[in-house]
């Protein structure tokens, strides 16, 4: 009895032993102080440990102060102001007989385009003939009268008839004479349409022996010299711009900008678009043609600041521009607002101060690992 008692108290201690061998001695070794940091690291949303930076590449400039900032990018069309583009027509039916110019020829005012052979200037002719003539009987007709009038032979009345029609004749023939000297009509029935203003044929839309009228434009003439922009401003845009702020369209000519001047800003929003139209004055600009799509920088009044840094710091996701922010060792996503370019830099109005630490390399890697954060 005594030794199953032993034997019991024996296999009790070695339990006990055991449990607490167990308990004060773990499977595996305890990790070292670099495991420890990362596992850190990694309980940290959007922290990256000093090596994952280096093998990924990662670079980071620090963003510096910018005045002058521009209040937005918009996009818009390069259009002509409406005195630069001109429709030339007939001014009475006709066929062409000759062509003069070419599409693309560059002209100048006044010069002729072509000659177009019609029957009304002979009509009109033959009308000025009539009414020089009906002018001379009156003038004639009228002294005579006015002689009868003073011996007292015919009332004074008739005298003012005589007047009356001595005007209306000469009414005819002014008439007459204008038709045919607006419309560059000759005696023989020619017109010669000549170019209104200088610049290039746009369009050709006739060819010899095609008819032309009054309803049909054969050619437009185009000038370049100044040039427009239809501006589509967002919403967020929409009450900040007014006429007379700077607009600038970069790179155009040598690498300068084009600046302009806004003319107008449009009322209500475009339901379609859902942008307020605008409109811009360019100056002189050799590489913008009527028709190109461009990026236009609106300057503001020149009293915006922000911030400024380089171009490859900023990413889009989902059309939001964003950047990554390095705060100690973890990386931010923080959506900024771009409002244009200088040089390789961009210029930031909103979401970023000076002296923050963005990433300027490795940013797609980035976009990937904090994807979900």
């Known amino acids: 009895m005594q030794r199953k008692y032993y034997l019991i108290a024996a296999a009790t201690t070695l339990a006990l032993t055991f449990g607490l061998t167990a308990y004060y001695w773990p499977d595996e070794p305890p990790a070292s102080a670099q495991d420890v940091a990362s596992v850190n690291a990694k309980s940290v949303p959007g922290a990256i440990s000093a090596t994952q930076i280096e093998r990924l590449g990662i670079k980071t400039a620090a963003a510096q102060m910018a005045t002058d900032v521009p209040i937005g990018t918009v996009p818009a069309s390069v259009t002509l102001p409406p005195e630069a583009q001109v429709a030339v027509t007939a001014p009475f039916d006709g066929a062409v007989v000759r062509l003069l110019v070419v599409q693309g020829e560059v002209v100048s005012k006044g010069q002729a385009l072509a000659i177009v052979k019609s029957r009304q200037p002979l009509e009109y002719g033959a009308e000025l003939a009539r009414a020089h003539a009906r002018l001379g009987l009156a003038e004639v007709s009228a002294k005579r009268t006015r002689q009868l009038v003073d011996e007292g032979i015919v009332a004074a009345a008739r005298a003012d008839e005589m007047n009356a029609q001595i005007r209306v004749a000469r009414t005819d023939v002014t008439e007459n004479a204008r038709i045919l000297s607006q419309a560059g009509a ?188």
């Open 186 to 373: 000759g005696a023989d029935g020619t017109i010669t349409l000549r170019a209104p203003i200088s610049g290039r044929v746009a369009m050709v839309n006739v060819q010899t022996g095609g008819p032309v009228g009054g309803t049909t434009a054969p050619f437009v003439i185009e000038n370049n010299a100044a040039l427009m922009l239809d501006l589509q401003l967002p919403e967020r845009l929409a009450n900040s711009v007014v006429p007379g702020m700077t607009v600038a369209v970069s790179g155009v000519h040598d690498g300068l900008d084009v600046r302009g001047t806004i003319l107008s800003v449009g009322a209500s929003m475009d339901p379609t678009t859902r942008s307020v139209p605008a409109k811009a004055r360019l100056g002189s600009a050799p590489n913008l043609v009527p028709g190109k799509s461009v990026l236009a920088v609106i300057k503001g009044t020149g009293k915006q600041s922000g911030t400024s840094i380089p171009a490859s710091a900023i990413t889009q996701i989902d059309g939001q521009d964003y950047v990554y922010v390095r705060i100690g060792n973890r990386f931010e996503r923080r959506p900024v607002v771009s409002t244009g370019r200088a040089g390789i830099n961009a210029i930031v109005s909103e979401g970023l101060k000076p002296g923050e630490l963005v990433a300027i390399s490795g940013v797609s890697e980035l976009k990937v690992m904090l994807a979900g954060d």
